[in-house]
């Protein structure tokens, strides 16, 4: 946990000075000596700074010298998804990121900007923000304390992240968040032009309030980061959108009701991107590349042979049988394999569980299915195209 009161106890603390003594700290020793040579600052607190630091190199890339606490890390949008944002704003000339936490989308967001204002109600992780915006070259951001739903920032548009998460779990529902939902979408700012990140779990088609605007299913690197509901200018005609970033590509459902064919499996499978699985836009796609669905209820396409698509991967179907474990082991030794991609669709059993029947002792690869279709278990051995 990071020094509650950093920069109140110590205004003057320069903590670019002082972390290259910092790094790579792997001792009891090591910090002992540390709290030795720097009396004057709370060495702990530093060193929490720092590990977040390279914990975050990946997913935040510009965060070196940054300020992080580890719910707002984890919380914190990846710097493919927040440069996302940015540019979906780029068009506005003023914006408020609400509920701006560390600061990753407000980088993003206050780009190019003539105003840019950052809210949020933790007055300390404000301080944070700030420290972190005057480390990224950002001069043109006012920063207040405020709840969510009483701020009285005027913007041209509003992006919000509510907190998702308390100290048991992740928070799904919308009117769990904090500030809920609800009270957002009752604020002024609702007639503006408006962008509310969500957890990608949430069960949005139980909600009648979004069918107002566009949720936007957002992926990088074949997993689900994030639904963004959007009103406003911000929202387009379609009332679902797939954003792929790793492929800066999107992808819509057509408005057509005609049914894609089911057609069981063939000699290629094919496995959408999630934000296509997660928008329940399975049947479009499969009729936009004429594919065909192995069965009504599961999320996976198939075809004779391979269609040239974006937005997910092809496996070739090299073996198949009913469900049979000790057949599996049989298969698995005969083929020499001994690295297995598991994946299940309708399968109530973990894939965690289900490997501890397995043997696998050899240096192949496969990838095993294992589907429910038609009320029986299917086992199909596949290699990725």
């Avoid at 797939?242 to 057609?263: K, Q």
Wanted: proline share 3%.
């Amino acid at each position: 946990m990071i020094y509650p009161h950093l920069f109140s106890i110590f205004p003057s603390f320069d903590l670019d000075a002082y972390i290259p003594f910092f790094k790579n700290i792997t001792s009891i020793n090591q910090i002992e000596q540390l709290k030795l040579k720097f009396k004057h600052i709370p060495v702990n607190e530093v060193l929490t700074i720092v590990k977040l630091q390279n914990q975050s190199i990946n997913k935040l890339k510009i965060s070196d010298n940054w300020i992080l606490t580890e719910k707002n890390l984890q919380q914190a949008s990846s710097y493919k998804v927040a440069e996302y944002h940015g540019k979906i704003f780029k068009r506005f000339t003023s914006v408020a990121d609400i509920c701006c936490g560390i600061g990753m989308d407000l980088y993003f967001l206050s780009e190019d900007k003539k105003y840019s204002h950052a809210v949020d109600y933790n007055k300390e992780i404000l301080t944070y923000c700030k420290f972190n915006m005057s480390k990224s070259g950002r001069s043109n951001i006012s920063f207040s304390a405020e709840k969510a739903e009483e701020c009285k920032v005027i913007a041209e548009a509003y992006f919000i992240d509510p907190d998702r998460r308390n100290q048991k779990q992740r928070i799904i529902k919308p009117e769990l968040l904090s500030p809920n939902l609800y009270s957002l979408l009752n604020h002024s700012f609702i007639k503006k032009n408006l962008a509310i990140k969500l957890s990608p779990a949430m069960d949005y088609e139980n909600y009648s309030i979004f069918q107002k605007g566009t949720l936007e299913f957002i992926s990088e690197n074949g997993e689900l980061k994030e639904i963004l509901f959007c009103l406003g200018d911000l929202a387009s005609k379609k009332s679902k959108k797939c954003v792929i970033l790793n492929e800066n590509d999107t992808f819509h459902p057509d408005g057509s009701t005609d049914l894609a064919d089911i057609s069981g499996f063939k000699n290629y499978l094919y496995e959408p991107d999630p934000s296509i699985i997660r928008a329940h836009l399975i049947n479009d796609f499969a009729r936009y590349h004429c594919l065909n669905k192995i069965d009504e209820k599961l999320a996976l396409l198939t075809n004779d042979s391979i269609v040239n698509t974006k937005h997910g991967r092809w496996y070739e179907v090299i073996d198949d049988f009913k469900f049979d474990i000790k057949k599996l082991n049989q298969y698995l030794t005969y083929h020499n394999i001994g690295i297995l991609d598991i994946k299940t669709r309708g399968f109530s059993q973990t894939v965690e569980s289900f490997r501890k029947n397995i043997k696998l002792k050899g240096s192949e690869k496969a990838i095993l299915f294992i589907l429910k279709m038609n009320n029986n278990h299917h086992m199909i051995i596949c290699q990725t195209v």
